[in-house]
């Protein structure tokens, strides 16, 4: 289906070139938007029926047993991942949980098949051109639209009161300007084992690499629209609508070029404000279900530094070895990524002691006192999937992300592995968890490694935690790119939200500023230290 849809923008943009006023580029542009909205319109669509109204009784206790089976075959695996086990142990709960995933979605089949309420569900529509400029954008925004191509890729970049489109190389041209960038960008996340002069030798190089590799990415995509950002779309928002390869680019660190001189300028953020969407249409739904529903009635929930070890000091009764300093020569935000690849791996998840000290800071900077602060303990999968984060306005989480590229359906956060009692449980909100939360709030933040991640499924974009929270009724997530550094992540979160709380900013707004900011300071002047976080969704 994809590629249906890619080769008839492909012929439509060919038509427009024989005939730029005909209206080609904007019905290709709108086949675009239906191919890469119509999966996440439909899923949105029917989170908020209830097709569960009126069905058989016995298939609705089909699916808690299914659904029950499922989460005792995800804990098993994730455990197994999470512990030095062998690889036939890992195989053989793999396939026990795909079997039980078949079974599962068994049964969601007959619940559709036989719900009135989904048999009259109407098919969400994908927005036409007129309506993105009339009912998404405003003055004060461009939208950029991109769809790769084998041969050739195309660039929309609509207004509110025009279109315009720029063809671009193959999407193979672009996935290797792109990934060169992002590799020498993240170069910082340390390698299994290697020596503290190869790191430095590997960092030095990427970083003399980083510029030249901006500039060119910047160069391919930005190239025929470089005069409109250098002169009328100057200061104004850009909402990238990303495809494949360019959904792993930190837009915030690439510069403008400059088409006199084929150069580059300053960086994007310093005029523009960026945020992601996932298609103009997906952000239309957005609005639309966040405006139906009543605001929420507390500002904060922190949910932030987890236990995840039977040896933790906080444990009762445990051994309470005192905790370890990191390793000679290596940074706090070397260990938080050092653990994750370790926990990928099959080594343990450690405590993340940076995610107590931001969570802490971001309650002082809000100073509310219905502020939620769920932390040890109490940062846990009942606390996330109770109902308890439902009312708050802004929920955050601070601890481990692990995201699966296969089966995205075991990506999720990692929160307390152990109870008060010093006993082990399962602490994995996994995707199907978050899709079937019930959200008011207007911002999940994602404080956590890889969270804007995900398996690329061609015409429907990453499938990952930002669109289960999407789902799940936010219509905004800030979420990162790569292994974040501690250190980095909590100054930045520090003054994400001191904007947003004490100068009144938007969560885009305020993203810029803290990013901008961090970007002019010589510590964190990399862009590896402040241009992983991504703002995705509404900016207003």
Known sequence: MADTYASYVDILMQLHLKAPGAGHDRAALEAAEHSRARVLLESLAEARANLREDVDPSILAAERSALRAVNAASTRLSRLLTQRSSDADVAAARKALAAAETAYQDVQTRIRASSPRYAALTQPQSLSTRQIQHDVLDAGTVLLEFALGDRRSWLWAVTSTGVTTVQLPGRRDIAAAARAFGDDVAARQRKSGESASAYAARIAAADRRVPGRAAALSRILFDGVAAQLAGPWRGKRLAIVATGPLEYVPFAALPVPIAATKGVGALLIADHEIVEV????????????????????????????????????????????PAQPPAAGRSLSTERAIERIDAVRGGPLTRLPFSREEANAISAIAGRPDTLTAMDFQASRATAVSGALADYRIVHFATHGLIDTER??????????????????????????????????????????????GKEI???????????????????????????????????????????????????????????????????????????????????
């Not at 529903?293 to 009762?316: C, K, M, W």
């Not at 929160?415 to 996994?430: I, W």
């Not at 499938?463 to 009724?473: D, E, K, N």
Request: hydrophobic letters at 45%; one cysteine or more; charged letters at 20%.
């Open 408 to 453: 995205p359906d075991l990506s999720g956060l990692v929160l307390s592995l152990v109870n008060d009692r010093g006993n082990t449980q399962d602490g994995f909100v996994r995707l199907t968890d978050i899709y079937n939360l019930r959200l008011r709030a207007d911002l999940v933040v994602l404080s956590a490694c890889q969270t804007a991640l």
């Open 278 to 321: 996932p298609s103009a249409s997906v952000l239309a739904t957005l609005r639309r279900e966040a405006a139906d529903r009543p605001p929420p009635g507390h500002a904060l929930a922190l949910v932030a530094d987890p236990v995840f070890e039977i040896t933790d000091p906080r444990v009762p009764a445990s051994p309470a070895a």
């Open 458 to 540: 061609r015409g429907e974009g990453l499938v990952g935690l930002t669109r289960g929270f999407m789902y799940a009724g936010t219509p905004r997530v800030v979420a990162s790119l790569w292994e974040v550094s501690d250190l980095a992540t909590a100054e930045l979160m520090e003054r994400f939200y001191a904007g947003m709380f004490r100068q009144k900013l938007t969560p885009a707004a305020a993203l810029r500023a803290a990013q901008r900011q961090m970007s002019q300071e010589p510590r964190w002047a990399s862009p590896f230290f402040w241009a992983g976080f991504v703002l995705q969704g509404d900016w207003k």
